[in-house]
């Protein structure tokens, strides 16, 4: 396997005048209760994860989780008290000031909650912005700019200025932004937090499209756990600056590490969330009937199908090879009788 | 007794002022004492009593030390000006060269340094200057006079006024639309026809160097304190005290070190314009979302990158503000610096005043106040202006406002040409209506003055009298009847009450640097004009901010005249003042109340309208009459913005009283005005601005800590 995209190391930010001397006092075992008592606040506690190449990791949290906080030391918007960030390769934070510009003007682009548009330049003016900072000829950036317009589907409101546009179209703005400049790695803080539960689907949608074709490795924020399962390729959920779980959606909803990620995922429904190969029996039985179901299908897609069966249904592989077995009261099993045992 | 427990902070208040009482009571007037040879004048008496600190001997005349202190503070007057001096004189003696007589010569540093600055700030004057109304000046900067005599067509004329009234209506137009058009062209034409046009393009070339130039130094200064918190904090006491410091007071040493004259005026100038503009650039890049700084940072901008594409930009409405009240103090410099020999409007005004020739007076102020009016509002139109988009319009629709302004020139230069055939002798309408050639009304005006003296002579006699005897001549014993030990006990006591123990000391420093300088008397009176201006001021304010408020148009009217008066340099209140009331201590008092009645009223309205619309709401639907919710709700709410009004109030009517000394008062800005032509004036003009500060910061002090342990309390802000 080639070289992570991000490569974080037990990574820590502590906010505090004396947040340094502390965290090497502390000797890696950092307690947010005595810090707080020494008037330091840890925002990022031990963080150690790699997202690979054209993968979607989703931080998952609640406010004061320090989510952001760990994106802001990833993009070096704040610096990390301690450990070792690595981006595709280089040391992030041995970066000097030019490298680090460098780094962003070409490998980095970020989506914000508020959408964060200068309001002083239209559309197309801010989409335009960092490739002009990169110092790139105006008609060049500009003619850039226009096909940014045309991928979030802008087109026709390019002249007009931020405080004209919604929500949504002030967030197309600002993802046509960050994606201008072509980056490798996208970070997105909580991006359609800001806007209506209608227009954050639809925006969701319309960044899975993008994704499909741009297949760019992103980091996405948000406090929405719905959000997280319907976007994430891996999902880490984080409390008081702790990763208590980094794993694919199907794992988090089926094996919860700590009580934490158990109460979130109770209310989850599993049927949107697990693929027919999560629940499937391994083994084939004899005892099976003429449907074929594939194992990458989630199982509300095909629940209504098995449940008509009366007999055990077969799973195949991409290549309709049978792999599996499973059974309707399975299925039955997995949507009801989880939450029944919570109760 | 009950109540006293119940507001246990009632009781400490009362406690304070029985000790006060007590000590004002128990303390005996010295027989000695007398308010008009005060305690410390620089003038020798067998019986003063002297001390030598620093070198310097300071006299003064001794009382119980519980009555008056002992002038400990008086050698800085004497210091700062020695000090000064010697900067100016002996400091640092270098060799420079000299152009005129092509050798080098020697010269203290500073003083070079200020002769340097003063020849730039001339020829930047000179420029715009000769080129509104001619002259050879700055051509000559470049050549030399023989080139002039050798090339006469360089000999060009200023601008014909034609031109610059219909230049000022097309920018007014670009900026603010139709109605502001309109307004420049008539205030221009108006300046014109009534022959002030000489002097107010002085006066507008003088603001045109000073407002600029101010604007970049607050702007230079506002970013590096935004950027460094060691700058910010080394400035922030300067910006406090140049809030609250009386204007003239800079005069003072300024003169010293740049001398007299229109450069030293912009100088000054500076000095009072930049403060303000640093706060407002401050504010404004404080104001600005940290996502968009990260998104300007996460675009790969350096720091100038960031500075001056994201932030400024972001921050622009702010910064504008900040420049609509670097032009406002201009305005009000432009007249107080005619006491340093600036020239314009400011001069004639001051001219006319000193003559008692109000008529002449009233032209001059309403000259620049219309001015000072249109940069206003161009101004605040230009703030609040929208970028437009420019992207797709075609050369002409780009550039149809310089195409006009190309057109209006040429025509103006015809119109001058023709001009100077139809007016064969004579002067020239069309170029430049001559300074008493155009329409004066100053001669009825003065009618109208004498008429409104012979008509109600009576009864504003009657008037004054009643003030004078029965109110304020009571009122100024009193305060002078306070021992110092007691006005100190009851100023700490009041701080330590309000603020704790961190206020009192603040607040203690503060009035013992007054009560150790040798002014605790005119001190004393300086306070006394300014409480019974702000207390006037208060009533009529909040009285008028309220009932305004009732009505939606009566509330924004109220608005609109409150900028418009605002608008108005400080000085031109006194021009009707004396029309009705002569020159007494009741012109200075009416100046002074109808002055600091601006930000009551305007305070009381932004206080009233702060409160939540969904408070206003929520007391309707529980059934609340209009005066329940005026004083159960609104007030409450309201009053800690109210406070800061009055804040803003203390420092009017300060300024106010202070300028009141070009009537003839007894208080401290006598003094100031006394040391304007005192060759030793300057430490003695600066300490005085010093106390004048200090009094408003005390205020300022009390009132600020009052109103944000009050908004904590109310959870707003």
Known sequence: ?343 | MEILKKYPKLFQWLFLLVVFFALCFAIDVPETYKFIRGQAEFIKDPNQSAFVFLGKEVRYYAFDVFWRLPPLLGWLPIWINDSLFFLMNDWMPMEFWNEDTQEYKTRPLVLQITRNLTAFMTFLIELIREILLGGLETIVAFTSWDWIDANPWAELPGLPWTIVAAGSAILAYKLGGKGLAIYALLSMTYISIFGQWKPSMQTLSFILVAAPLSFIFGLGLGVAAFKSKRVEKALYPILLVMQTMPQYAVLVPALVLFGVGDHAAVIITMIVAVPPMILLTLLGLRAVPPEVIEAGRMSGCNNWQLMSKVLIPTARRDILIGVNQVIMVCFSMAVISAFIGAKGLGFNLLLALNQLNIGLALEAGLCISLIAILLDKMSLAWANKQVDYFGNLNFFQRNKNSLFFGVVVIAGILLAYFGSIYFKDGYNYLFEVPHNKGISTAGFWNKGVDWIFDTFFVYIKAFNTWLIVDVLQPMRALYLRMPAIATLVLVVGAGYLIGGIRSALVVCGLTLFIALSPWWDRALVTTYMATFGVLVSCAIGFTVGTLCFQNKHSRNFMLNVCDIFQTFPSFVYLIPVMMLFGITDTSVLIAVIVYATIPATRYTIEGLRSVPAGLHDAATMSGVTKFQRLFKIEFPLAFPHMMLGLNQTIVFALFMVIIGAFIGTEDLGQYILKALSDKNGAGIGLTLGICVAFIGLIFDNLIRTWVDQRKKHLGID
């Open chain 1, 1 to 343: 396997m080639s070289e992570p995209v991000i490569k974080c190391q037990s990574v820590y930010k502590i906010f505090g005048a004396n947040a340094e001397r502390m965290l090497k006092e502390a000797n890696g075992n950092v307690d947010a209760k005595t810090f707080q008592e020494n008037g330091c606040i840890v925002g990022v506690n031990n963080a150690s994860f790699e997202v690979s190449k054209g993968e979607m990791l989703v931080v998952m949290g609640l406010s004061g989780s320090g989510k952001s906080t760990l994106l802001r030391c990833i993009s070096r918007l704040t610096d990390a008290t301690g450990g070792k960030i690595f981006i595709e390769g280089q040391d992030l934070l041995n970066l000097n000031n030019k490298e680090l510009i460098d780094l962003r003007r070409n490998k980095m682009g970020m989506v914000f909650q508020s959408f964060a548009l200068l309001p002083h330049k239209t559309v197309l003016e801010n989409i335009a912005f960092p490739l002009q900072i990169k110092g790139i000829k105006t008609e060049d950036s500009i003619n850039k700019a226009m096909d940014m317009v045309k991928l979030v589907g802008l087109d026709g409101r390019e002249n007009y200025f931020p405080r004209e546009l919604s929500g949504g179209q002030q967030q197309r703005v600002g993802i046509a932004r960050s994606l201008a400049v072509e980056p490798d790695i996208w970070f997105l803080d909580e991006p359609f937090s800001a806007l209506d539960p209608l227009i954050r689907k639809e925006m969701q949608d319309e960044f899975l499209r993008l994704q499909e074709k741009l297949q760019k490795t992103i980091m996405f924020i948000t406090h929405d756990f719905d959000e997280a399962l319907k976007l994430a390729d891996r999902i880490a959920i984080m409390k008081d600056g702790i990763i208590e779980q980094l794993d694919t959606p199907a794992n988090i909803v089926l094996k919860p590490a700590t009580e934490y990620v158990r109460k979130f995922t109770e209310e989850v429904p599993r049927e949107k969330v697990l693929l027919i190969q999560d629940v499937m029996d391994e083994k084939t039985s004899s005892d099976i009937g003429d449907l074929k179901v594939s194992k990458d299908e989630i199982i509300e897609n095909v629940a209504e199908k098995i449940l008509t069966q009366e007999k055990t249904v077969a799973v195949t592989d991409s290549k309709n090879n049978v792999v599996g077995s499973i059974n309707p009261a399975k299925i039955i099993n997995t949507v009801f009788g989880g939450r029944k045992n919570n109760n």
